[in-house]
C-alpha cells in the first residue's frame, strides 16, 4: 500500500527522497564532521529566514521555542495577540512561564487589527510583541508587515512571529520587518519530519536574554550562543533530522524562495476557487487567508468524517475542523512540497465524495 498522502496542517508529507536521509550513519556530535556539517547548515538558515541573525537549531518542536522566545525575551509582561487556538496556546505557555499577559483579540476567522495592537502599547508597557503569523486552526495570515511597523514605533518590545505554518510557505523577511525571534517547526511548510524547531534570533533578543532571569537552561539563548560559535547544540541533536535538514534546504534553495511562496499561493487559490464554486464558504476573512491551510465553513452540511474515510480509501487525507470547530468546518492544508496536481487530485476525490 503506497503512504497515505497527507493533506493535514502538519505534519506534511515528507518526500522519499528526503526521508532516506535519515538512514545515513551517525556521527558523533562533538567531532570534526559534525561541526562541518553545523556549519554547512547556518548560511542557508539565514536565507531561508531571509536574515543575517544567527539560526538556532533546537531539539524540540515549535512548542518548545515558545518556551524559550518568552523566557529569554521577555522581562516580566508580553503582548499576546490571539485570534485562534495557537494564539491562545502561546498565551498560555507565557502565563505558565511566570509571565504576565495582556492580549489584543480578534475573532477566530478575523484577523488581527494593527490598529489594536497600536492602540494597546501606547497604553501598557510590554516587554515583548508575540504574533501567530499564520493561525492554522483558523486558515487566517496574519498581517505581519502592518503589526511589525506598528510595533516599530515601541523599541522596548520586541517581535516575536510564531511561523510555524507559514515559514517556507510564505514570504518572511525577517531583517526588513526588523522581527527579533522569528521560530518555526520543521514538520509543516519545510516538509520534514517532526522533531525540530528552528528560530533566528536578533542581537536585540539576545542582549534582552542577558538581562532576563530565571531563562532556564534547555531554551538559554546564550547557551545556545555559546555551542554557536563551535559549531555545535548545546545538547545531542537529533543528527538523522539534520541530515535531512541540509537535504531539503538545497531543494528549497534550488526551487527559490520566490518559487515556493508562488506556488504555495496557486495552491492556495485552487482550493479556495474549488470550495466558493461548491458554495461553501471560506472561514477566513477575505483578505487574510493563508497561503498553506484553507479552512472550509461545512456549509453544505457533509459529514466530514465520512469524507475523510472515503479520502482514506483514495490514499489521502484532510483534517477535520480545529478544536469548537470540528465537523462545521473542514481543513485542506496544502504546504510544504505538494503540487498543484496533487491539490487537484484530493479536490477530484472530494468531488467524487459529495456526488455520491
Ligand atoms: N503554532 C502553530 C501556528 C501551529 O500550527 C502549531 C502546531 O500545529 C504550533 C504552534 C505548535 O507547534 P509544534 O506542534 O511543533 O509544537
Known sequence: MPPTRLFIPGPTEVRPEVLRQLTRP????????????????????????????????????????????????????????????????????????GKQSVAVEAEWGQAIRPEHVGEVLEREAVDAVALVHNETSTGVLNPLEEIAEVVRRFPEALLLVDAVSSLGGADIPVDDLGIDVCLTSSQKALALPPGLALASVSDRALARAQEVENRGYYF??????????????????????????DYQLDRILA???????????????????????????????????SPTVTVVRNTQGIDVHALQAHLKGCGMAIADGYGPFKGSTFRIAHMGDLTPAEVEEVLAATDDFLRR
Open 220 to 245: 538559554d539563548f546564550l547557551v545556545f550562543e555559546e555551542y554557536l560559535a563551535r559549531n555545535q547544540t548545546p545538547t545531542t541533536p537529533p543528527i538523522s533530522l539534520l541530515y535531512a535538514l
Open 255 to 289: 526551487e527559490g524562495l520566490t518559487a515556493r511562496f508562488r506556488r504555495h499561493q496557486a495552491m492556495a487559490q485552487i482550493v479556495c476557487n474549488w470550495a466558493e464554486e461548491r458554495g461553501f464558504e471560506l472561514f477566513a476573512e477575505q483578505g487574510h487567508r
Open 26 to 97: 551517525m556521527i558523533g556530535h562533538r567531532s570534526a564532521e559534525f561541526s562541518q556539517l553545523f556549519q554547512r547548515l547556518q548560511p542557508r538558515l539565514q536565507r531561508l529566514f531571509q536574515t543575517r541573525d544567527r539560526v538556532y537549531i533546537s531539539t524540540s518542536s515549535g512548542t518548545g521555542l515558545w518556551e524559550a522566545a518568552v523566557r529569554n525575551c521577555v522581562r516580566s509582561r508580553c503582548l499576546n495577540l490571539v485570534n485562534g487556538a495557537f494564539g491562545e496556546r502561546w498565551r498560555r505557555v507565557a502565563m505558565a512561564n
